[in-house]
């Protein structure tokens, strides 16, 4: 597509970029300029943590944090199954962090034990509720699984 396009055949690099899009792929460029490289899009749902909805409280403060972490960066994914909605179900890694760790030490998501027992998961999550940080800095904050059930109820 570079070619094409850098030789003046503009029809040829919108066909070509067209048919990777069409693909499931996206065009990423590579910050020396001089090459660029193919990225998917996957649904992944992070294995063993349950954030809060965006109309819950902490919803958008824990979106954020995720997206700061991952956004345009290259992921490790450990996949274990895929969900009911066609989404990997992984653990998920980026630079050597582990992503699900760092969200539930800072109080941006629940252990969602009814799926996960890990008990570093359980731990992390008792770190942050007992310094009362992100979603913890509520009394009693409402669990997303809570809020779907009666959200599915009409409330």
């Known amino acids: 597509m570079k070619v094409a396009r850098s030789a003046g055949d503009f ?3 919108k066909a070509i970029q067209k048919e990777i899009s069409q ?3 996206k065009i ?9 490289i193919l990225a998917r899009k996957y649904k992944v749902r992070l294995r063993g943590i349950d954030a809060p909805e965006s109309k819950m409280f902490h919803g958008p403060e824990s979106k954020s944090m995720l997206l700061s972490l ?4 290259p992921v490790h994914l450990l996949v274990y199954n895929s ?6 179900v992984a653990d998920i ?3 050597n962090v582990f992503i699900q760790e760092i969200l539930l030490k800072n109080g ?10 890990r008990p570093e998961f359980a731990e992390w999550e008792k770190e942050a509720c007992n310094a009362r940080i ?7 904050p409402q669990k997303p699984w809570e809020y779907r059930k009666e959200n599915r109820k009409g409330g």
């Open 108 to 117: 941006a998501a629940w252990h969602y034990t009814a799926y996960d027992r």
């Open 134 to 140: 992100g979603l913890w800095s509520k009394k009693n």
């Open 28 to 36: 990423v460029e590579v910050n020396d300029g001089n090459r660029d």
């Open 70 to 73: 991952v956004e345009g960066k």
């Open 23 to 25: 693909a499931g792929y």
């Open 83 to 88: 969900d009911r909605y066609g989404r990997l």
């Open 93 to 95: 890694y980026c630079k």
């Open 11 to 13: 029809t040829t690099a």
